[in-house]
């Protein structure tokens, strides 16, 4: 069945470092999704990839789609403490628009 | 206005309880979710209504009851919970279907004792 794995599945950087998190699906998706949830919150909507290689970028935060549309990265260029948080990517389940897949997430810690 | 409402923000209830969790959005979307949470895991799906109708039953025990009364309104009817029940329940909303931008609320932190 589909699966969306994300790795590492923890990353502690000292402020100012670089971050990276990579999403891979083993099927080919339509679109991915890229959410961050705060400590004690909720998730909240970061950007969506529709394109093969497409690259979108905000800010310090550069997103990525492979050009087989199965993986995904998400790069943060000198990271700073309101970074913390957990980053997840989320891709419709192939068989149902109806649903989405999320992946176990990435919790980043910044170390200021 | 890209707000999902969720009340109550807290909730405790013992096994014998019923209660009932609430979401609300005014932004036209026409697929609303529910979603449960466990600490450092990924929100796991429970429910999704699409156009008032319910299109996904994630295999959720008959103890947790979703209803959408109306476009706008969804809620989660719950009863004689366990305490591994207790988690972050989420509502999320999205314009059409998963594969849109899904919005969430600040969820409901649920204890049961």
């Known amino acids: 069945g589909q699966q969306v794995m994300q790795i590492p599945q923890y990353q502690h950087v000292q402020e100012g470092e670089d971050f990276t998190t990579y999403c891979n699906s083993s099927t080919t998706l339509s679109n991915i999704q890229w959410y961050k949830q705060r400590p004690g919150g909720h998730p909240v909507f970061l950007i969506q990839l529709v394109k093969s290689g497409e690259v979108k970028k905000q800010k310090r935060l550069t997103f990525q789609f492979g050009e087989a549309k199965k993986n995904s990265s998400l790069h943060i260029t000198a990271t700073q403490t309101t970074d913390v948080g957990t980053y997840f990517c989320a891709a419709p389940w192939e068989t149902s628009y109806d649903k989405v897949i999320f992946g176990p997430g990435t919790s980043l810690s910044v170390i200021p | 206005d890209t707000e999902v409402t969720q009340t109550p923000k807290h909730l405790v209830m013992g096994m014998t309880n019923k209660k009932s969790l609430k979401c609300e959005q005014h932004?036209?979307?026409?697929?609303m979710y529910w979603y449960k949470q466990k600490a450092k895991k990924p929100p796991e799906l429970m429910f999704v209504y699409s156009y008032e109708k319910l299109s996904i039953n994630e295999s959720v025990p008959s103890r947790f009851s979703p209803e959408c009364p109306n476009s706008s309104l969804l809620n989660l009817h719950l009863h004689a919970l366990q305490p591994e029940d207790s988690a972050l329940y989420l509502c999320a909303s999205s314009l059409r279907g998963a594969g849109d931008i899904q919005y969430f609320g600040a969820g409901t932190r649920l204890s049961v004792l």
């Open positions: 932004m036209g979307h026409r697929a």
